[in-house]
């Protein structure tokens, strides 16, 4: 279930709602922009209270993979699918391949302006369903020669990135002996750490699933259940799961020197940033620290470099980490802050040149 939160700004370029005519399902595909190419960005299968609930993630999904796709010197613009569940609702296996072809559709009104992927609920199958309605998707199975799925990349660039931040609030990037918690054993979070775990980091684990306890006995990892992961000391905070876990009961509760994760927003409110900071606790922008998939998934469909000059493009996002937190310890402003100004610059470039 996602946090309950109000609707963004409406800041898009647009938006198509529509209930599914084969599977019933409220969907909503968000273009935030395209300013600098074709809108990158999954398709969420997930249950929400609402549809504006839906809606709302969709926006603000959208807006964060502008950022991201800026952020990582991609030529993609920003964009978002959900795929709403009502709460207990579940699908077979029939309304589930109605519900992406319906989705393929939903991405065809587009006109190519926005491609869709995998992401939370959704997988490479579904998105070879959805290629059934539509050209504008991207990581189908590798078994039908599409570039699979995206969590190995992103799990390594969120790597990388805990690395950087290791590095700046203790001097070492060695996870061996590090206190590190993670919420949320899912592709991303669960291969982040099998990682850390072989490594030697003292990790601490919950998820939302109670079956995947048996997981973390087989890698060593101290479990907790859902709820009390934030309480937990330690060096960093790992946010794998939904979206809106870090709101302001939760991050005056933390006993950490730094958050880094690849959960997509969060911060239940941006102002989170300051009250992390004030607290003396560095934060590494999601937008960043996640964008290790979609940067393979964007070279790949491109064809642009070898695979390993594409892994070594994602391995990057660690350098891009530390570019941003040392321009924020010189400016004095938050990581956030200098993640934004870095993508807005980018933004702002691909405007110009679109208009000359």
Known sequence: M??????????????????????GLFIAVALHSSVLGSALGGARL?????????LGDALRLSAAMTLKNAAAGLDAGGGKSV??????????????????????????????????????????????????????????????????????????GVYASLQAVLEKVTGSADTAGRSITISGLGQVGGRLASRLAEQGARLTVTDINPARRAFAEEI?????????EHLVAGDVFVPAGIGGVLTDEVIDALDVKAVCGPAN???ADHSGADRLASRGI?????????????????????QIGTSEQIMARVAGIGDTVRRILDDAEARGVTPLQAAEELAAARLQAGAELSVR
Do not use: C
């Not at 997930?46 to 839906?54: E, G, I, K, L």
């Not at 491609?115 to 039908?144: K, N, W, Y």
């Not at 060593?220 to 009390?228: D, F, K, L, R």
């Not at 964008?291 to 070279?299: F, K, N, Q, R, T």
């Open 2 to 23: 996602t946090h309950t939160l109000p609707l963004p700004d409406f800041s898009h370029e647009r938006v198509e709602v529509i209930t599914g005519r084969r599977s």
């Open 46 to 54: 997930w249950t929400y209270p609402h549809w504006s609930d839906a």
């Open 83 to 156: 795929i709403r569940l009502a709460p207990g609702e579940t699908l077979d296996a029939d309304r589930r391949r109605a519900a992406f072809l319906d989705l393929g559709d939903a991405v065809e009104l587009m006109d190519g302006l926005y491609r869709t992927a995998e992401d939370v609920g959704s997988t490479t199958d579904d998105m070879l369903i959805v290629s059934e309605r539509t050209q504008h998707v991207v990581g189908l199975p590798s078994a039908v020669g599409g570039s699979g799925e995206p969590a190995g990349p992103t799990s390594l």
């Open 220 to 228: 060593g990892a101290t479990w907790v259940e859902p709820g009390g």
């Open 265 to 267: 927003n969060p911060l």
């Open 282 to 302: 560095l934060y590494a922008p999601d937008f960043v620290v996640n964008a290790g998939g979609v940067i393979y998934l964007d070279l790949e469909a491109k």
